[in-house]
């Protein structure tokens, strides 16, 4: 990389962006405190430009739009790809935004596509926080779900999207609905383990 060295402060050109982006990471390594912040930069950047690349092109996929997709898969586990980008360009999500997720969820062409967890992933991008994907999973998924579906919905965001939804926090989590078999939104924003997340 070929850099011209730098002997004045006219020369400095500081990008429009760039005390926004610095913010927002700074608020997210206070909050998260993690233990080696450069890998955590590293994949907080990485999420950050899969993201925003994705949404260059197109916009953000709505509530109403994932919701056709789910129905017109008409309860179907896992669907071919081919499936399911159909069903995405038939709910008006673009081609751009369908592929990053294929390519973020890691999705095998073989295996197929999990439904929920792909939808899962198309909602965590339209949402700014974790009170905002916690909310959208009732939105989405139904307004009461069975403790242990909650439980994996949030396990997909472990461990790249969410550096919070450690091993330990996805046990205590497990541990704190052992005895409950149903939930709703109030249920889960009760819970200790999520109290510090919601309302940050």
């Known amino acids: 990389m070929d850099v011209e060295p730098i002997y004045c402060a006219e020369q400095i050109v500081v990008p429009v962006d ?3 982006v610095l913010k927002a990471f700074t608020k997210e390594v206070i909050r998260r405190q993690p233990a080696d912040i450069i890998d955590f930069g590293a994949k907080y950047f990485e999420n950050l430009a ?11 996929p709505t509530q109403d739009q994932l919701k ?4 017109r898969a008409d309860g179907a586990k896992a669907l071919a790809q081919e499936q399911v980008e159909a069903l995405c360009s038939q709910a008006g999500i673009s081609s751009s935004i369908c592929a990053k ?14 439904v929920e967890r792909f939808l899962f992933l ?24 069975q403790s242990e579906r909650f439980v994996q919905f949030i396990s997909y965001l472990a461990p790249d ?10 046990a205590d989590l497990k ?9 709703t939104y109030d ?7 999520l109290g510090d997340k919601l309302h940050t």
């Open 68 to 71: 056709v997709v789910l129905s």
């Open 161 to 170: 999207m969410d550096p919070d939804v450690t091993t330990q926090f996805l």
């Open 122 to 145: 198309l909602l965590a991008m339209t949402c700014d926080s974790f009170a905002a994907v916690t909310t959208g999973i009732f939105e989405l998924f139904g307004s009461e779900l």
């Open 18 to 20: 760039l005390a926004d």
């Open 50 to 60: 899969n993201v925003s690349s994705a949404s260059k092109d197109a916009p953000v």
């Open 101 to 114: 997720v294929l390519h973020v969820g890691r999705f095998g062409e073989r295996s197929g596509v999990d």
């Open 175 to 183: 541990s704190a609905l052992m005895d409950v078999e149903w939930v």
């Open 187 to 193: 249920k889960v924003a009760s819970l200790g383990v």
